[in-house]
């Protein structure tokens, strides 16, 4: 027997059917399967393990999050009630779920997210504060990306693992003093490991060393999920330099052969850590080139999301259908934007996933400020 539960007080997105119920649900798991119970009369919906894909628990500070694919329709479940949580997780990663806990780290460092490598460098655990210029801060929330710029389908989501790596949509930051990472904290090992995959020290790397330059202003755009691909979540942070050479000298060190991926193995192993000070050791991913029309620079990478060897890693990937990290950056002028993506099905969502970052190419190069 692999254990059961039951678990009341939970509301699903999208609904089970057109209109549906979507709160006052009942996750039922046993050995056949998972059963959701909703509505008045209750009517309960039944589906095998086997026809589950893509399932995640994510236990965040005050609530849990339950993703899976069914049917290649990609499902939410939220609740505010954590007391049956090792239970649940303890079911779920017998089938094959990733189990991760969010854990909130100490001090300043939790407000910067990591994929803002390529922008806070030297001060990768930056202070900030709120006081943009109308016009320019008008034209970077502009560039991000945005749900029209995806196909129909896609929502707003506060669950996904990019969490990990993207500041919170919408709020703007400022940096104003540095410090430096914590020795042997999770980012001074990511550092290290960044560095040595890039052949860079620590000295000239300006990405996490003391060579960065801070961006004067920080935006990210909301995570967009859908189920297309058998589902993936998307989205894009936009930083604004003072000057154009501050970005050219952050794309030189980009244009490196194996910057993409040094990059995204660098944020696969900080979201298997947890956030935890041990990092567990991830595989070099692969260079992602995406296809774009647009001037400027691009360039990115992929990696799987699976159960790294380390003990220390939160994390239960399953192992015959491991989710993807995609990472790429574009630059030009006085921007650089990320966009990440968590998806279920590489490389069969390549040309989707280049079409949205030549949006975000196309947009810093036809923005009002290019020049220096």
Same mark, same amino acid.
């Given at each position: 027997?692999?254990?059961? #539960?039951?678990?009341?007080?939970?509301?699903?997105?999208?609904?089970?059917?057109?209109?549906?119920?979507?709160?006052?649900?009942?996750?039922?798991?046993?050995?056949?399967?998972?059963?959701?119970?909703?509505?008045?009369?209750?009517?309960?919906?039944?589906? !095998?393990?086997? %026809?589950?894909?893509?399932?995640?628990?994510?236990? #965040?500070?005050?609530?849990?999050?339950?993703?899976?694919?069914?049917?290649?329709?990609?499902?939410?479940?939220?609740?505010?009630?954590?007391?049956?949580?090792?239970?649940?997780? %303890?079911?779920?990663?017998?089938?094959?779920?990733?189990?991760?806990?969010?854990?909130?780290?100490?001090?300043?460092?939790?407000?910067?997210?990591?994929?803002?490598?390529?922008?806070?460098?030297?001060?990768?655990?930056? #202070?900030?504060?709120?006081? !943009?210029?109308?016009?320019?801060?008008?034209?970077?929330?502009?560039?991000?990306?945005?749900?029209?710029?995806?196909?129909?389908?896609?929502?707003?989501?506060?669950?996904?693992?990019?969490?990990?790596?993207?500041?919170?949509?919408?709020?703007?930051?400022?940096?104003?003093?540095?410090?430096?990472?914590?020795?042997?904290?999770?980012?001074?090992?990511?550092?290290?490991?960044?560095?040595?995959?890039?052949?860079?020290?620590?000295?000239?790397?300006?990405?996490?060393?003391?060579?960065?330059?801070?961006?004067?202003?920080?935006?990210?755009?909301?995570?967009?999920?859908?189920?297309?691909?058998?589902?993936?979540?998307?989205?894009?942070?936009?930083?604004?330099?003072?000057?154009?050479?501050?970005?050219?000298?952050?794309?030189?060190?980009?244009?490196?052969?194996?910057?993409?991926?040094?990059?995204?193995?660098?944020?696969?192993?900080?979201?298997?850590?947890?956030?935890?000070?041990?990092?567990?050791?991830?595989?070099?991913?692969?260079?992602?080139?995406?296809?774009? #029309?647009?001037?400027?620079?691009?360039?990115?990478?992929?990696?799987?999301?699976?159960?790294?060897?380390?003990?220390?890693?939160?994390?239960?990937?399953?192992?015959?259908?491991?989710?993807?990290?995609?990472?790429?950056?574009?630059?030009?002028?006085?921007?650089?934007?990320?966009?990440?993506?968590?998806?279920?099905?590489?490389?069969?969502?390549?040309?989707?996933?280049?079409?949205?970052?030549?949006?975000?190419?196309?947009?810093?190069?036809?923005?009002?400020?290019?020049?220096?």
């Amino acid at each position: 027997m692999s254990g059961s #539960f039951r678990s009341e007080g939970w509301a699903v997105r999208p609904s089970f059917v057109p209109h549906g119920v979507t709160s006052g649900v009942t996750l039922l798991a046993d050995d056949q399967g998972l059963t959701q119970l909703s509505g008045d009369p209750q009517v309960a919906w039944q589906t !095998p393990w086997s %026809e589950i894909g893509s399932m995640q628990l994510v236990r #965040f500070s005050r609530s849990l999050a339950f993703f899976a694919t069914i049917d290649g329709v990609r499902y939410v479940w939220r609740t505010n009630r954590r007391d049956q949580y090792d239970e649940i997780a %303890e079911v779920l990663g017998t089938h094959g779920a990733r189990v991760v806990r969010r854990r909130r780290r100490a001090g300043v460092i939790a407000v910067v997210a990591v994929v803002l490598l390529a922008s806070l460098a030297g001060g990768i655990a930056s #202070f900030f504060t709120r006081n !943009p210029s109308a016009t320019t801060l008008s034209e970077l929330k502009a560039v991000n990306l945005k749900v029209d710029d995806l196909p129909s389908g896609f929502y707003a989501t506060t669950g996904s693992l990019l969490n990990y790596l993207f500041s919170p949509p919408g709020k703007v930051y400022r940096a104003t003093t540095t410090t430096a990472p914590a020795a042997n904290s999770a980012w001074s090992q990511v550092a290290a490991r960044f560095q040595h995959c890039m052949g860079v020290s620590a000295a000239k790397d300006r990405m996490f060393g003391a060579a960065g330059q801070q961006p004067v202003y920080q935006v990210s755009s909301p995570i967009f999920a859908s189920s297309l691909h058998g589902g993936l979540e998307v989205g894009s942070t936009a930083q604004y330099y003072k000057t154009t050479t501050m970005v050219q000298k952050d794309t030189a060190e980009m244009s490196a052969k194996n910057f993409g991926s040094c990059l995204v193995a660098t944020n696969a192993a900080l979201i298997l850590s947890g956030y935890t000070v041990h990092v567990p050791t991830v595989a070099q991913g692969n260079t992602w080139q995406p296809v774009t #029309f647009a001037k400027g620079f691009a360039r990115g990478g992929v990696t799987t999301l699976t159960q790294s060897s380390s003990s220390a890693s939160p994390t239960n990937a399953p192992t015959t259908a491991p989710l993807h990290l995609v990472i790429a950056i574009v630059t030009a002028g006085h921007y650089e934007v990320t966009f990440g993506a968590i998806v279920a099905k590489w490389p069969d969502t390549k040309p989707l996933l280049s079409n949205i970052v030549n949006t975000l190419l196309t947009r810093i190069t036809n923005s009002g400020s290019t020049a220096a």
